[in-house]
Structures are given as C-alpha cells and as structure tokens.
C-alpha cells in the first residue's frame, strides 16, 4: 500500500524556520496538500497543489516540493503554531488516498 | 462560506452499524465538489475512508468496502456515513469535509468540527 513518511517531530524556537517533510513515490507526479491541526481541533488546510495557499493562511506558511519529497516551510515559526501537520496526496493511479502519519511541531 | 456539522451517537455497541450525517450549509451539495469522511483513532494520524458526489458516485478505501456506505440526500443537503459490524479499532473521531478537485488532485476544505465515535458495550 501507498505511504507518505513524515518525521514524527520537529522543533524550533519562536523566529525560527521550520521544515516538515513529507515523502511518497509518486509525489514527483502528484500534488501534496498540507493541514494544521491544533490539539482538540478539526484540520485546516495550509497549502495544496504543492505551492498554494488559500486565502486567509499567513504569508509565513508555504510549500514546495522537489523529486519524491514535499516540504512544509514555516518561516518565522510562532507559538501559536504549535499543533499537528499532515501532508495528503495520492498514488500514481489516484486510487489509494492517503496522508501521511503525522508531524508534532514544538515551538518554545 | 461553506460550513459542515456532523451529527449522529457518539456511543455504538460492538458489531453495531454507526450512522452519522454531515449537515452542509453556505452552499449546495450539488456543486462541483466531492464529500468526504476523514477519520482519526484516539492519538493517531488522519484515515480518508471515502468520497461521494452528488449524483450518487462513491469512492471507499478498500480496506472498509465490505461495510462502509455513504450516501446523499440533496433535498436536506447533507450527506451520510454508515458503518457496520463496528469493532473497537474503529473508534475514532469522525470529521466530514468538503473535497475539493484541482488539476487532477483534491485538497480537504473545509472541515466540520467532528464527532468522537466509541464502540463499546
């Protein structure tokens, strides 16, 4: 079955850049979309179709994605963005729908 | 804007069918869009477990085909999950959204607030 691989952590400190990362063998042909979710609360969309960012997102999220591997950057990293992102997209063929397992950013 | 609310138990019984409903307001059922469930067990990652549109067509992950339907009903504009022969793996925090498709890939906005589903007698 197809999966995306996410680290499981990543931390940095307020003003910091952080990167997460997201692999998947069909990336190179597929979108990666990317969601935050804040503890207790329902996902948000951040960024899809690699690069985008949907109105109302802070310029400071943004996406980008090279060869097998998509990339959530967070620039100038906040507390308040402390929570859970995942990435989502699908393989080659679209039929297995699939996000990946999860990264825990720590901002202190 | 577009805005989804699940409703339904948040308590079914083992080997019991779960049914929930995504009530959509802000906008029509019968756009351009897909509808989804998206799950997620206690402390773990997110699962999309199928799509529907409003004609009718579904899409399900192969690993719940045998027990899963999703199904639509334009006139309240909402759309529905059931669920059958629930076991405890299945316990999860429900959420419906809304799938968007774009240059041949679809993104999950928004999101309803979700509901927490434990199987258990």
């Known amino acids: 079955s197809y999966e995306l691989t996410q680290p499981p952590s990543v931390s940095v400190s307020p003003g910091q850049t952080a990167r997460i990362t997201c692999s998947g063998d069909a990336l190179p042909s597929k979108y990666a979309s990317w969601y935050q979710q804040r503890s207790g609360q329902a996902p948000v969309l951040l960024i899809y179709e690699d690069t985008k960012r949907p109105s109302g997102i802070p310029e400071r999220f943004s996406g980008s994605s090279s060869g097998t591997m998509a990339t959530l950057t967070i620039s100038g990293a906040q507390v308040e963005d402390e929570a859970d992102y995942y990435c989502y997209s699908t393989d080659s063929s679209a039929s297995q729908r699939v996000f990946g397992g999860g990264t825990k950013l720590t901002v202190l | 804007q577009v805005q989804l609310q699940e409703s339904g138990p948040g308590l079914v019984k083992p080997s019991g069918t779960l049914s929930l409903t995504c009530a959509v307001s802000g906008g029509s059922i019968s756009s351009s869009d897909w509808w989804s469930w998206v799950r997620q067990p206690p402390g773990k990652g997110l699962e999309w477990i199928g799509e529907?549109?409003?004609?009718?067509?579904?899409n399900y992950i192969p690993s719940l085909k045998s027990r899963i339907t999703i199904s639509v009903d334009k006139s309240k504009n909402q759309f529905s999950l059931e669920l059958s022969s629930m076991t405890a793996a299945d316990t999860a925090v429900y959420y419906c959204?809304?799938?968007?498709?774009?240059?041949?890939?679809?993104?999950?906005?928004?999101w309803g607030q979700g509901i927490l589903v434990t199987v258990s007698s």
């Open positions: 529907i549109y409003h004609s009718g067509n579904t």
């Open positions: 959204a809304r799938a968007v498709y774009s240059s041949g890939q679809c993104r999950f906005d928004p």
